[in-house]
């Protein structure tokens, strides 16, 4: 309820600040039955832009359902949608810079300048790895500060600090993956990486997750060396 409520404010404000804010005046004029004939054309680009994100979204969801069919599932459960959210959350960083890459491509190439299509990509992708490293060493030094937002049990604090190992690497390539991906978009190539979400998150990493879960019992600890 409290994110609904959160994303209509959300909407209303955006609204109001299109329609009243005059720097849009010369940009946006109103509705118009012209701009119907190009519904086909940007959901050519709109539709697998979507489902670039949604692939990637349902994936780390199927993860917290998959945990409530593991023994002990209340706690496999909480670690699980502990370890999603962190990794939500981090994401939310890299995703603002991933329109932005798109955004600044998609301009020069437009503009006939690919060599400053490269260099946007590039100084982006410097700045979500920075980021990303500020998160890591956050991570590291409070992971049980951090799981204690969310729970205020020993078990899935000590068990949340064993998976951090595993979280931070996801986290720092995922940086990586997120400006990366911006970038296509602004290609043009939505229709690409539709297909590598789909193979990489459905054909390779959620048959992994489920043989490492079920197979080898591993659930969701990790074994110490």
Request: with cysteine; proline share 3%.
């Amino acid at each position: 309820m409290a994110a609904s409520i959160s994303i209509w404010i959300s909407f209303l404000l955006l609204a109001l600040y299109v329609l009243f804010a005059n720097k849009f005046q010369n940009t946006w004029t109103g509705f118009s039955f012209e701009s119907f004939r190009y519904i086909i054309r940007n959901s050519k680009l709109a539709l697998p832009s979507a489902a670039m994100i949604c692939l990637e979204v349902w994936a780390f969801e199927i993860l917290v359902v998959l945990a409530g069919l593991m023994p002990n599932s209340e706690i496999s459960t909480s670690l699980v949608a502990i370890c999603v959210n962190t990794e939500a959350i981090a994401f939310m960083i890299t995703i603002g810079l991933s329109a932005a890459t798109s955004t600044r491509v998609s301009n020069e190439l437009g503009a006939g300048n690919p060599n400053q299509a490269k260099h946007a990509m590039v100084v982006t992708l410097k700045l979500s790895i920075l980021l990303a490293v500020a998160v890591v060493v956050s991570l590291s030094l409070g992971h049980d500060i951090w799981a204690g937002f969310f729970s205020d049990s020993h078990s899935i604090n000590k068990k949340f600090a064993e998976m951090t190992p595993l979280l931070i690497p996801s986290i720092a390539v995922d940086a990586i993956q997120g400006v990366l991906s911006g970038a296509v978009r602004g290609c043009g190539w939505q229709r690409v990486t539709v297909l590598a979400n789909l193979g990489a998150f459905y054909f390779i990493g959620m048959p992994i997750a489920i043989v490492l879960g079920f197979k080898f019992h591993l659930y969701v600890k990790v074994r110490k060396l």
